[in-house]
């Protein structure tokens, strides 16, 4: 009975057909009779019939809603002409930027920042895209989700948008623009639809279709699109090779090409210290904390409170975390904190940065714990009486040599001795100063038959060129480094990002940052210990706390990589704050900002 039918398809409990009304009315009265026998019954209330004679095709089907050809919807979208997916599109969008504006306004940003991003943004309006092209809804979209992003994270120059809006990958914060990438994702779901369309038309009906879709023409003229000429040649030679197809990645290639093009033009012309800011958020898994997701295999979510979220993402921005100078809370010595974090990220007071150190070394331990490495902490190289110690020692499961040594350290990429190299490629500075511990500890490692592996991060969250292997090695017995490497990443660097937010945040507390709240600047103020300098003596019991739980975190990983470790005995154990000296940053010493350090 449907076999004449020009074009016909279904979708879960939804059908299409399409034909004269004769025949059409035909098909309907044989699929009910089908579905009948199934035990099925058609809810005529929800059929609709699309029609031109909207009179004959009432009468053919009674108690169906009539729509025009110009102007109807199938699954969410909208078909017809371009006017009426402009409206439809526009009023879709409306809806979706109330609702991005209600997120931006929770109480808890980040969270409210993750649900924007993830569920009322790029996500939303790029279902549209794809099915119609570029609007001028898309634009007006796009405002809002501007306009969220400052309730979220404050006011943001034109730079700091541009940044907001790259992937992370490229350091920036995920908040895509739908209106840029529309007509990638036009073409990308035009030209592989059509491989489909055979499975639902009759050859006749196949022939008739003109050769191109009508609406491809605007979308590769969208002015969005031209500012990237090697995304817009991208997508005109993915038209004209016929290889387009579903799951082909085509449109996730070609939107990287105009990320790659508004992340050029961000790093054209910039300082030496705004590419070393930028390059550094653009290293791997830099970004890993900013809008955390549920996994099966990995811990749950961790959010930070409004204030170190706005800390940690102004200092990835570039933008003032403190709202004036102050004198610095932390070396209490009547230095000044400046607005940039510059001063508070490299001062040695009140042990945040051996803490910062610790809190590292402590993920470390843990990690090559569940790897059955039996590591210790603060183990010497050369013999039990060796003053030379490192932060950890694997010494099982580590042919052919005798043990793996590494040892920990926490860096600022803008200092003077590492701007240059941070500014040359992302996880540069980090790279760089596994030279000096390579210097310290190398031959002493080499001569006991110890592979040394140094284990280097930056403020800004890049790891160096060691740290990715060295993971990947102790992950890989019991998960795929596909898996274990960003797991073990999140961890650690979820870790590190709450104790930085500390150390920021002590200071902006200090200075009375006009959006906290009493409580929230209160909790500002709560230093973190690590399991293992729970005892020290400088912070009295009152000033502890856990913004991030790191028990927790290290706890949740999965329970195949859980083993029991035997510690270097703790008569051996020494206290490393790892805190050699360092070189005011460069940011610090052209602004005349006084350093402890």
């Known amino acids: 009975g ?62 169906m809603r009539v729509l025009s050809p110009s102007a109807w919807t199938l699954l969410g979208i909208p078909c017809g002409d371009r006017d009426h997916a402009e409206s439809f599109v526009s009023e879709a969008l409306k809806r979706g930027a109330a609702k991005m504006h209600s997120l931006a306004s929770l109480a808890d940003t980040h969270v409210g920042f993750t649900l924007v991003r993830y569920c009322a943004s790029y996500p939303l309006a790029v279902f549209y895209a794809r099915a119609a092209g570029p609007l001028p809804s898309l634009s007006v979209f796009d405002a809002a989700l501007q306009e969220a992003a400052s309730t979220l994270l404050g006011p943001l120059s034109p730079k700091q948008w ?18 840029e990438h529309a007509a990638i994702a036009f073409v990308a779901a035009s030209a592989a639809s059509a491989k489909l369309l055979p499975l ?7 022939a008739a279709l003109p050769d191109t879709d009508p609406w491809l023409a605007p979308a590769l003229a969208c002015p969005h699109l031209r500012r990237s000429p090697l995304a817009a040649e991208k997508a005109a030679e993915y038209l004209r090779s016929g290889s387009a197809k579903f799951g082909d990645g085509a449109q996730k290639d070609m939107s990287a090409l105009i990320d790659a093009t508004r992340h050029a033009g961000l790093l054209a012309g910039a300082s030496q210290a705004t590419l070393a800011r930028l390059q550094s958020c653009a290293a791997p898994f830099s970004g890993i904390w900013i809008a955390p997701m549920a996994s099966a295999l990995g811990p749950p979510p961790t959010f930070f409170t409004p204030s170190r979220f706005s800390a940690l993402i102004r200092l990835r921005l570039g933008a003032a975390v403190l709202p004036a100078p102050s004198p610095c809370v932390l070396c209490g010595n009547g230095l000044i904190a400046d607005v940039m974090g510059a001063h508070s990220l490299c001062c040695l007071g009140k042990g945040l940065r051996a803490r910062l150190h ?21 183990a010497p190289v050369g013999g039990v009486t060796s003053a030379l110690r490192v932060d950890v020692l694997l010494r099982d499961n580590c042919a052919p040599f005798r043990g793996i040594a590494t040892d920990v350290t926490i860096v600022y990429p803008l200092q003077r001795s ?13 790279t760089a100063a596994e030279a000096g511990k390579r210097a310290k500890y190398g031959a002493a490692c080499a001569a006991a038959n110890f592979k040394f592996v140094p284990i280097v991060m930056d403020m800004f969250g890049a790891w160096g060129a060691s740290a990715t292997p060295f993971l990947r090695m102790l992950a890989k017995r019991d998960l795929s480094p596909g898996e274990a490497v960003p797991i073990a990443m999140r961890v650690i660097g979820t870790i590190l990002a709450g104790h930085i937010a500390e150390i920021l945040t002590a200071n902006a507390a200090a200075a009375d940052v006009a959006a906290n709240t009493a409580s929230d600047r209160a ?20 000033e502890q ?11 949740s990983l999965p329970s195949s990589l859980v083993a029991s470790s035997a510690p270097f005995p703790a008569s051996a154990a020494t206290a490393d704050s790892d805190t050699d000296e360092e070189e005011v940053p460069a940011s610090s010493a052209a602004a005349g900002v006084p350093h402890s350090g």
Do not use: W, Y
Not at 418 to 430: E, T, V
Not at 523 to 539: E, F, G, N
Not at 545 to 555: M, N, S, T
């Open 358 to 378: 610790n809190a590292a070394r402590t993920a470390i331990f843990k990690l090559a714990s569940r790897a059955m490495t039996a590591p210790a902490l603060e």
């Open 523 to 542: 909790a500002d103020l709560v230093l973190v210990r690590s399991a293992h300098d729970a005892d020290a003596a400088d912070i009295d019991d009152e």
């Open 162 to 179: 541009d940044q907001t809006v790259l992937p992370c990958r490229l350091g920036g914060l995920g908040l895509r623009t739908s209106s």
């Open 545 to 555: 706390g856990d913004p991030v739980a790191e028990e927790d975190l290290l706890a």
């Open 200 to 206: 639902f038309l009759a050859p006749a009906a196949l």
């Open 2 to 63: 449907l076999a004449p039918l020009p074009a016909r398809g279904s979708f879960l409990d939804d059908l299409i057909f399409s034909g004269t009304l004769e025949h059409s009315r035909a098909a309907l009265e044989c699929f009910v009779a089908a579905a009948r026998d199934a035990g099925l019954e058609l809810n005529v209330a929800k059929c609709e019939v699309i029609c031109s004679d909207a009179a004959a095709a009432t009468a053919a089907f009674p108690g």
């Open 418 to 430: 590492l701007i240059a190299p941070a500014a040359a490629k992302p996880g540069g500075a980090a």
